[in-house]
């Protein structure tokens, strides 16, 4: 299975659809881990979603397990070097 | 040592006076790690600063190790269930 087959990129999207998107995963794909992954500002958003649907929706089925940061570094138009934050939360069906 | 000692709350003071003050206290009060903290739409924020102090600042010397969500619940004045997400980023110095 390729590992990057259950992740999911949050944006600008309605909450929602990234919550029923990982709650999908898992009950009708029948993920046995999905990745949420965010960069900038939607990191908390990113956040909140891992925590409603590892809580309310699917809760003591999934877990909130390993979480990474990182950053990004590139140039924008103006030629001016950016940096970015990026998340993973990576959600896992309890055993 | 109190364990709660090197904990930073990240709110809406300007950015880098958290990353100041994580940097400092690895370098001026000998941290060995630091507890970078936020709730809600702060977690962006405290992603960054962890980032930036780790990565720009205090690089080679510290990097951010383990990461944490969680959801805390209450009652807002007008009587609804709130839910809030929470974050902890713990920054290590390297051994």
Same mark, same amino acid.
């Given at each position: 299975?390729?590992?990057?087959?259950?992740?999911?990129? &949050?944006?600008? !999207?309605? +909450?929602?659809?990234?919550?029923?998107? =990982?709650?999908?995963?898992? %009950?009708?794909?029948?993920?046995?881990n999905v990745t949420?992954?965010a960069r900038g500002?939607?990191?908390?958003?990113?956040?909140?979603?891992?925590? &409603?649907?590892? !809580?309310? +929706?699917?809760d003591n089925t999934?877990? =909130?397990?390993?979480?990474? %940061?990182?950053?990004?570094?590139?140039?924008?138009?103006?030629?001016?070097?950016?940096?970015?934050?990026?998340?993973?939360?990576?959600?896992?069906?309890?055993?």
């Amino acid at each position: 299975m390729d590992e990057n087959e259950h992740v999911i990129f &949050v944006g600008s !999207k309605p +909450f929602m659809n990234y919550v029923t998107g =990982v709650v999908m995963q898992f %009950t009708t794909q029948n993920a046995e881990n999905v990745t949420i992954k965010a960069r900038g500002k939607f990191i908390s958003k990113a956040v909140d979603i891992a925590e &409603v649907a590892a !809580k309310r +929706f699917l809760d003591n089925t999934v877990l =909130v397990g390993s979480i990474q %940061t990182d950053s990004e570094e590139f140039k924008n138009k103006e030629g001016r070097q950016i940096r970015v934050s990026t998340i993973a939360l990576a959600l896992l069906k309890k055993q």
